[in-house]
């Protein structure tokens, strides 16, 4: 089956321009998870939903960010007024109900110039 | 701050050799799990350790879990080129909802 679909691969934009990024999950899956990988660095959490929960929020930098996931499926990552510093990876992941492993997408790189 | 502390930061041996990687945390966790990056994409799930589990193996690879010094280690033994890649732990738990990961181990396989 599909896995996790992320798109665009890749995004370049101007700095202040606003920028959506997308995820697809597996199907039936009901957790989504954002994180966003600097160059050579670890992932940093940004957000987490589960089924009909509210999200867990607590990872997103700044009020620039925000993110939604319509109907328990895909998930849309929005930056607005885009900084050079958010030039990053953001990988998406999803996971089935109870089980803790996590399937991940290949990653957005957005590269803001 | 991060849960998951991966060290050495990177590890570079021969073909054959056995790389071990080794990660602490911090709190009280649910499953510590193990992932590899290939060329800085997507994760890739290795395996997963529940907090009641000792060591668990799986192919090539050796995990082990000493929850009393929050540590894990990762063994791959006959190591291979092909296992070139950063590795990451990640750790779930009780206090919160998500996946906190490591900053990883690049591991270097030379032919």
């Known amino acids: 089956g599909a896995g996790v679909s992320q798109s665009p691969s890749n995004k370049v934009t101007e700095k202040g321009k606003d920028v959506e990024l997308r995820c697809d999950p597996i199907?039936?899956?009901?957790?989504l998870y954002w994180y966003r990988q600097s160059l050579g660095q670890g992932l940093e959490f940004l957000i987490y939903?589960?089924?009909?929960?509210?999200?867990?929020k607590s990872g997103l930098p700044s009020d620039r960010f925000s993110a939604e996931r319509t109907g328990g499926s895909v998930s849309t990552l929005t930056i607005q007024r885009t900084q050079q510093e958010d030039s990053a990876v953001y990988l998406c992941?999803?996971?089935?109900?109870?089980?803790?492993?996590?399937?991940f997408g290949q990653g957005t790189r957005l590269t803001v110039v | 701050s991060q849960q998951g502390e991966e060290d050495p930061q990177a590890l570079s041996i021969q073909e054959g050799e056995n790389a071990t990687m080794n990660c602490s945390y911090k709190?009280?966790?649910?499953?510590l799990q193990w992932y590899r990056q290939n060329s800085g994409r997507g994760l890739v799930h290795l395996i997963l350790?529940?907090?009641?589990?000792r060591e668990k193996h799986s192919g090539r690879l050796r995990v082990t879990l000493d929850t009393s010094k929050k540590s894990s280690s990762l063994l791959i033994t006959a190591s291979r080129a092909a296992d070139t890649a950063s590795y990451f732990c990640?750790?779930?738990?009780?206090?919160?909802?998500?996946?906190?990961f490591g900053k990883g181990t690049m591991l270097l396989v030379s032919p």
């Open positions: 992941a999803s996971s089935e109900p109870g089980r803790p492993e996590a399937f």
């Open positions: 199907s039936g899956h009901t957790a």
């Open positions: 939903f589960q089924g009909n929960s509210a999200p867990d």
């Open positions: 709190t009280s966790i649910n499953n």
């Open positions: 350790i529940r907090s009641n589990e």
């Open positions: 990640a750790t779930d738990g009780a206090g919160y909802s998500t996946l906190t």
